[in-house]
């Protein structure tokens, strides 16, 4: 099949960016959307023309570099999918598809589709972790996790980080992407000790990187590819608040 | 050059710790005066890091990726092996070293892998107290399964995502260092070069992705944990970016490259469907647990597999292998497959692909336990193939996965270079031949949270630390190496571009240095790359300068050192007439087409030594000898 494509390309962070039509021919159904994107570039470089750049790295959903907007939607259209497992059997011959980065204040553009996303990092190293040492620990079975709880962190573990919620967010929000990270650990018996500490010092690392907050549209579960459910925020709100109730300093 | 292995002597039990309590300690107030590169954040990196920060060294950690977190570790599948033997089946620390030993088909080394064996219980320790969500069942206990060709459940799991798990729980210790201020990360930054001072591993060279800067970074000490090689086949189960440049070209500065030859190619993969393909995608091996894998039993057979009866189809694992059956260890498995293809009995419109078939299991359990157990794999396959495996077999082929090679290390995971430690898959040291499933993420690991604080310590407490600094001329040299052969590769201006290389490579590669070798096709390999090398470096088209992000840049140059090494595989493959573990030499087969090892003559590690661009590699053996477990065929009928 054919297509035509409108590809976000903007040279540096400070420069201006602008959307341009290329043509991408031949594109067979079992090819990802990342290997249409190859063959698209394979004829640019060939034709003397700057590829187009894009972040990408395990092609298998678990990575999360992959990133792009496609007609309007983080991931494109299938639903719980990473552009890179998106295959271009969803897409018909004739289609237009418009392909931006990710759209954010925290995020900024390094180059065409590829986004500055180390804000996340920032947002984990501010405290999304257990603060245990390598080693002297207890035996893994030692304090037992009912397997509800065990199954509910792993929901909430499962985030690859890669930011389409902030994306899709009209606040810009990363709250999905905290509160997964929170509820994870706030759910293990290993992460309660810290938890007060770990809600109020994350959540104003998020604040600070210039992601907005919440106003309850759902976009962000809409495209997480792992499906991150919101209950996870309505879990964060539970910590925060009750973290505030806490004497000033205590955590 | 005698290659010393510095294995401790006395009881293999007591190796380990005898070995700990004469290694010499860095004091508390000095280890911030020693700095430490780590290059690469996987689970062997990203463990490293976390650990040597937490000990108070000054670690600089360094990844391709925008994260730390999106290593390739983060997608292996299955799990991880640990001797806690929780069901009572009859697990042991020495039956894991035992197994891994003979899965290694006997081409490591004993100490090394017992220790593995010991540290993997602390491992398990640890991942839980970091908050790693393991499966568990509703006592609250931890649950295990069986995995990969072992016959006790030994394997802890996080759904089909246990590598993510694990490398969150490391890059979450990594971020508090980070916090803490004893790591400091370089994301998007490649290393491009070790930089060796008299005789000792000082440092590396790096360029920003973003930038396209050329940096030195001095340390006093270099940990490489950069991954395997894998793409060498252009199609793998690995990242688009894994490569082998960091490895390669410490091997060009001094560190001996062990056993290049010994790749693993996996059994279960989603097959190619045409020449547009980027890379393969692994199916968890887990789903031969319940999966059973057939052909049909004639030739050219085209019915859809639904409707072959049971009595014309071949369980050919079943058949060939009734001990292990559907569970067969990898490079069996993988070659069974090729077998059976080879013999025209393949599915699917390219016939090179064999049935995963889950009919009976769903019968037996139920849609829905199925579903309990590799649903998110199942969608994955869908996503994919447009095909559902509840309704109809998956179709999977053998796709290169992991390298067993890798750079030669001692027991200290110190290379031939002092002051260069190298980790993980990175180096050569306890899968042998042929890696065993569940054994990669527990090494990494082991490597990286337990064996390297200890065995830094005892090199760094040798050395006087901050001694080089970048103005050093051997690191001004390196940076002027760097940018002379960008610079060189920017000029050609041909007419191919990089992935057109890399994938006549793979081709060279899956063809004559893949699944079933020979000497003839070796031979050819090593006449073909040599030609493909200078045609890339006369004929390749790279767009774009030398400033600023380019990734078709990154690429050539980590295509570049694929088309070198990827002769030294070969030759490594040409030197070892035996077969072994995954490295198979049709010429070298039992009557019943076999592995037909060579003890004799083979019992060795080959560790290849760079001489020179031109001139061949010189090769280096370190015996192998066994002294707990006794050398024989590896039959798993």
Redesign the interface.
């Known amino acids: 099949m054919n297509l035509t494509l409108y590809v976000w390309r903007q ?2 962070p400070d420069e201006p960016g602008r959307l341009e039509q290329y043509e991408a021919w031949e594109i ?5 959307f ?2 249409m994107l ?2 698209v570039n ?1 004829g ?3 034709s ?4 187009i ?1 894009f ?11 992959c990133s792009q907007v496609i007609n309007g939607v983080p991931h494109g259209p ?1 639903k ?2 990473t552009v890179c ?3 271009m ?1 969803h897409f018909k011959d004739g289609d237009t598809l418009y392909i931006e980065p990710w759209r954010s204040r925290a995020f900024p553009v ?2 065409d589709l ?1 986004v ?3 804000a ?2 920032r947002i ?12 002297g ?5 030692a ?5 509800a709880d ?2 509910t ?2 929901d909430a ?2 985030c ?2 890669c930011g389409a919620c902030v994306a899709a967010c009209p606040n810009g929000s990363a709250m999905l992407f905290t509160a997964a990270k929170v509820a ?2 706030a759910t ?1 018996p ?2 309660r000790v810290e938890a007060a500490r770990r809600v109020c010092v994350m959540t104003e690392a998020m604040l600070k990187e210039g992601f907005g907050s919440c106003s309850n549209h759902y976009e962000c579960q809409a495209v997480c590819p792992k499906g991150i459910s919101v209950q996870f925020i309505a879990k964060l709100n539970r910590e925060f608040i009750k973290a505030s109730f806490k004497k000033a300093g205590s955590y | 050059m005698i290659l010393d292995g510095k294995c401790p002597s006395g009881p293999l039990s007591e190796a380990w710790d005898n070995h700990r309590r004469q290694m010499k300690l860095v004091s508390p107030a000095n280890k911030r005066k020693y700095k430490i590169i780590v290059v690469g954040t996987g689970l062997a990196g990203a463990s490293a890091a976390a650990s040597l920060g937490e000990l108070g060294y000054n670690v600089e950690a360094f990844c391709y990726q925008d994260s730390p977190r999106r290593a390739h570790s983060i997608a292996a599948q299955g799990g991880i092996n640990a001797a806690k033997n929780y069901p009572n089946d009859g697990d042991s620390i020495f039956r894991l070293f035992h197994d891994t030993i003979k899965g290694g088909d006997f081409r490591a080394r004993e100490a090394n892998v017992y220790r593995l064996a010991m540290v993997s219980n602390a491992i398990i320790d640890q991942c839980v107290a970091q908050g790693v969500p393991f499966a568990r069942d509703y006592a609250g206990y931890l649950e295990n399964r069986s995995f990969g060709g072992a016959q006790v459940s030994r394997t802890f799991f996080a759904r089909g995502q246990t590598g993510q798990q694990l490398l969150l729980g490391a890059y979450a210790a990594l971020s508090r260092q980070v916090k803490a201020g004893s790591v400091k990360l370089h994301p998007r930054m490649e290393m491009l070069d070790l930089v060796v001072v008299d005789g000792q591993a000082k440092g590396i060279t790096a360029r920003d992705l973003v930038t396209g800067r050329i940096y030195s970074h001095a340390a006093d000490a270099v940990c490489l944990c950069t991954g395997g090689y894998a793409n060498v086949f252009y199609l793998s189960t690995n990242a688009m970016g894994s490569n082998v440049t960091a490895a390669y070209r410490a091997y060009k500065k001094g560190a001996f490259f062990a056993n290049p030859c010994y790749t693993q190619i996996h059994p279960t993969c989603i097959p190619v469907t045409g020449d547009h393909q980027s890379k393969l995608t692994l199916m968890s091996e887990s789903l031969r647990n319940d999966g059973r894998v057939w052909v049909p039993k004639i030739r050219g057979d085209n019915r859809a597999p639904h409707e072959i009866p049971e009595e014309e189809r071949d369980y050919y694992l079943e058949r060939k292998y009734p001990g292990f059956g559907n569970l067969a260890p990898r490079d069996i498995a993988s070659r069974a497959a090729k077998e059976v293809c080879d013999e025209g009995r393949g599915v699917g419109v390219s016939g090179r692909g064999v049935c995963l078939d889950f009919s009976g299991a769903i019968g037996r359990l139920g849609e829905e336990t199925i579903r309990g157990r590799y649903g998110n794999l199942f969608d994955m396959y869908e996503k994919i193939t447009n095909e559902n495996a509840y309704r109809q077999p998956m179709r999977i082929y053998p796709a290169p996965h992991y390298a067993m090679g890798g750079l030669w290390v001692d027991y200290n995971l110190q290379s031939t270079v002092p002051g260069l430690f190298v980790l993980g898959e990175a180096n050569f040291s306890d899968h042998g031949a042929n890696r065993l499933g569940a054994s990669a993420l527990m090494q990494g690991l082991a490597d990286g949270y337990f064996i390297i604080p200890s065995t830094i310590a005892d090199y760094l407490g040798r050395t006087e630390p901050g001694r080089v600094s970048t103005g050093n001329e051997a690191f001004i040299r390196s940076v002027e190496e760097c940018e002379t052969s960008i610079r060189r590769l920017l000029a050609i201006g041909g007419k191919k571009t990089v992935n057109e290389f890399h994938r006549e490579l793979g081709s060279i590669m899956w063809e004559h240095v893949g699944m079933a070798r020979s000497k003839e096709g070796l031979t050819k390999a090593l006449s073909l790359i040599p030609a493909l090398r200078t045609e890339f470096w006369e004929n390749v088209r790279i767009p774009g300068g030398e400033a600023g992000l380019n990734q078709e840049l990154e690429k050539a140059g980590r295509v570049a050192d694929f088309l070198e090494f990827g002769e030294l595989l070969a030759r490594d493959a040409l030197h070892r007439n035996e077969s072994c573990g995954g490295h198979f030499r049709v010429d070298f087969q039992t009557p019943e087409g076999e592995a037909l090892r060579d003890d004799a003559n083979f019992c060795y590690v080959a560790a290849w030594e760079f001489r020179g661009a031109e001139k061949q590699p010189e090769l280096h053996k370190e015996e192998l000898d066994f002294e707990n477990v006794r050398l024989c065929e590896r039959c798993y009928k």
Request: aromatic residues 2%; hydrophobic residues 35%; negative net charge.
């Open positions: 040279s540096g067979t159904p079992d090819m990802s990342l290997e190859d063959v394979e640019l470089i060939k003397g023309k700057e590829p750049a972040d990408h790295d395990c092609r298998e959903g678990i990575c999360g570099m299938q719980k999918t497992q998106l295959h059997r390094i180059k590829i500055d996303r180390s996340l990092d984990i190293q501010a405290g999304g972790y257990i603060s245990v040492h390598t080693g620990v207890p035996d893994a079975d304090v037992l996790i009912p397997k065990a199954d962190a792993m573990a499962e690859i980080g994870h650990l293990l290993q992460g």
